[in-house]
């Protein structure tokens, strides 16, 4: 019999008869013949209605009361939506999540999932119960409770399926929620937007760590280390919803399947930090030791020596970066900036990985909306832009959009985002996301419910002997490491910063029929930008001249160097975001074999490096032996 657990967030049981239809909707999976798990949260504000109480007693609450407060809140709702399942005359019963032994590390607050056992959790369902759970919490190893962080019931219903498949049986996850599924961009912002009928993980991976904020991002990390077939639907309908599985045949052939918005980010900038091997580990490994999640590292080459390193933090943790990274930046004779607000458009696609010109068709699009870029990333499956937003200007309000009071905060920081929802919907226009495709309207496969995948497959392979060897369900996996060793890099130094400079610059390689791998750019002097990718080395001598050409005619001060023989490096996995170790562990390696890193380039699912193609081979052993890949 399968198991189907259904989670349903806090706006999907704010009131009586909302708990009533999660309970039909339990029922009906049963009476569809599986055994059924209901993973619940706070009935609508009661977590933050809960925080408020705490602010009025102190303003420094401990961290293992606050725990104990806050988990009050799913208590109420488990006891409720199973009180709701015996009236429809189902048998139900609830459990809090040191009940059923969630077990998590000690962090109070944000606390990480190590192991769920599932002995009470399948006596229950095969005594004929539909078992609800409540999200968010659990206990550390010396029964505490703990909870997971906000939004952390999405986590919980993944992390219990998981579990389950685990030992042994067959399951899906169903997330109920207020919205009819995943959309190729936020509705609220570009009204033409459209729901998708499918989406890989690693697309939603780098999609909702955009603020896409249909998903909480360390969910989507269970669901793709452990394969577990997700859908997202609406709480109040009965729409399919949105398939969340393995990335299929299919999805390569879209190049962008989403645009995502970020407004919550704040940019710092290291110039003239020295070119030598172990300065990266040495700047982010301090931040990762105060537990500061860098989201877009972007390392330019840096001309006489010298490199510039831009990256983005939360804007909550700003101050903190600020004050963690001055001592460092006196000690190496960089200088320290910070932006103003910064707002974050990227586009996503499994395509990506095959499909040429994405890049030039995005900085073509915000060129002719006049947009200026700041900095730029590229991964293997998403390129982010960094735009500037300019402090004064009015906030235009949509027509049809819910009051500002009722969205959340990340909503309302993109409100503001002027320049970025501009941004988003010319990029959402270029690529046609509007239309019908496959997965978005079109049938693609048949079904989009994943078979179970052949045990033969190696991707798999590796990601099932890597999640054998964690210790805790949690634990960053990374699972591959690759090397692609006959690459050249292009740097253009002194490149005016203005909207329109990157477009004009990959249209002239493109044309030439040259593929671009790596993309990385960052601002410089005041009013200068340095731009560097790289190409496969055999088109090096005719990039450089397209490169030059076209350079000539945006500005002759600008300067384009060429270097012929690097290697890019890049490291494939789950969680390599919101663990803060990843990079440092990666940059580490790299340092204690003294070899240098010349360009970095970060993703939700992969952290890529350029080094001298010499020292290729053994930075990719180097990295293997790190994260124990075979
Ligand atoms: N009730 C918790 C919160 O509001 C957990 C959740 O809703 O997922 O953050
Ligand atoms: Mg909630």
């Known amino acids: 019999m399968g198991v189907v657990v259904q989670k349903f967030g ?7 008869d909302l708990v009533r239809e999660a309970a039909r909707k ?36 401990s961290a293992r009361e606050m725990d104990m407060l806050l988990a009050t809140g799913e208590q109420i709702s488990i006891a409720l939506t199973a009180m709701a399942i015996h009236d429809l005359g189902e048998k139900a019963v609830s459990f809090t999540g040191p009940q059923i032994g969630i077990i998590t590390d000690d962090t109070h607050r944000k606390a990480r999932i190590r192991g769920i056992e599932t002995a009470r959790l399948r006596k229950a369902l095969d005594a004929g119960n539909i078992v609800v759970l409540a999200g968010f919490q659990g206990m550390n190893r010396r029964e505490e409770i703990t909870t997971l962080g906000r939004g952390g019931s999405d986590t919980t219903a993944v992390a219990v399926a998981a579990a389950m498949k685990l030992a042994g049986a067959d399951v899906e996850c169903e997330i109920y929620t207020d919205v009819d599924g995943v959309y190729t961009t936020d509705p609220r ?10 989406i890989s993980y690693d697309e939603m991976l780098e ?3 955009m603020g896409a904020g249909v998903m909480h991002s360390r969910s989507i990390e269970f669901a793709k280390k452990f394969d577990v077939p997700l859908v997202v639907r609406n709480a109040r309908s009965d729409a399919p919803g949105t398939w969340i599985v393995p990335e299929s045949d299919w999805m390569r052939e879209i190049p962008v399947c989403g645009v995502a918005l970020a407004a919550d980010e704040a940019r710092l900038v290291l110039e003239g930090v020295p070119d030598r091997p172990g300065v990266s580990h040495q700047i982010f490994a301090e931040l990762a030791n105060v537990n500061i999640a860098v989201d877009m590292i972007a390392q330019s080459a840096g001309g006489g020596g010298k490199a510039t390193i831009g990256f983005t933090v939360l804007n909550a943790e700003r101050d903190r970066t600020l004050r963690t990274l001055r001592p460092i930046a006196a000690d190496l004779g960089a200088v320290l900036r910070e932006t103003g607000r910064v707002t974050k458009v990227s586009v996503v696609g499994a395509g990506m990985r095959t499909h040429t010109g994405v890049a030039e068709k995005m900085f073509a699009a915000l060129s002719a909306a006049g947009i200026n870029l700041k900095m730029i990333t590229t991964g293997d499956i998403k390129i982010s832009v960094l735009i500037e937003e300019d402090e004064a200007a009015p906030v235009p309000a949509e027509p049809g959009e819910p009051p500002a009071a009722k969205v959340k905060q990340a909503h309302l920081d993109a409100q503001k985002a002027v320049l970025g929802r501009k941004a988003l919907r010319a990029v959402h226009a270029a690529f046609g996301l509007a239309q019908p495709r496959k997965g978005a309207g079109v049938p693609a496969d048949g079904s989009f419910k994943p078979r179970p995948a052949p045990l033969v497959v190696p991707g798999v392979r590796d990601r099932e002997a890597a999640v054998a060897r964690l210790e805790g369900m949690e634990d960053v996996l990374v699972s591959s490491a690759q090397l692609n060793p006959d690459q050249s890099r292009i740097t253009i130094l002194d490149l005016p910063d203005r909207p329109g400079n990157c477009s004009t610059v990959f249209n002239a390689v493109a044309t030439g029929g040259i593929v671009v791998d790596m993309i990385v750019q960052n601002l410089t002097a005041p009013g200068k930008a340095e731009l560097s990718f790289t190409v496969p080395r055999a088109d090096l001598t005719r990039a450089l001249k397209r490169t030059q050409d076209v350079v000539r005619l945006i500005d002759p001060g600008c300067r384009v160097v060429g270097d012929g023989d690097v290697a890019v490096l890049f490291v494939l996995g789950v969680g390599m975001r919101t663990h803060t170790g990843v990079a440092r562990g990666m940059f580490g390696a790299l340092a204690d074999r003294g070899i240098n890193i010349n360009m970095i380039n970060t993703s939700e699912v992969c952290v890529g490096v350029v080094v001298d193609a010499a020292r290729g081979e053994e930075a990719l052993a180097c990295l293997k032996e790190a994260f124990r890949i075979e």
């Open 207 to 209: 999609m909702a760590s």
């Open 10 to 16: 806090g706006s999907s049981l704010r009131d009586a």
């Open 189 to 198: 912002v570009v009204p033409d937007a459209r729901k998708m009928d499918a």
């Open 26 to 61: 339990a029922i009906r999976a049963k009476h569809g013949g599986n055994q059924v798990i209901v993973v619940v949260s706070a009935q609508g504000n009661t977590t933050d209605d809960l925080i408020a109480k705490a602010a009025e007693m102190t303003a420094r609450p």
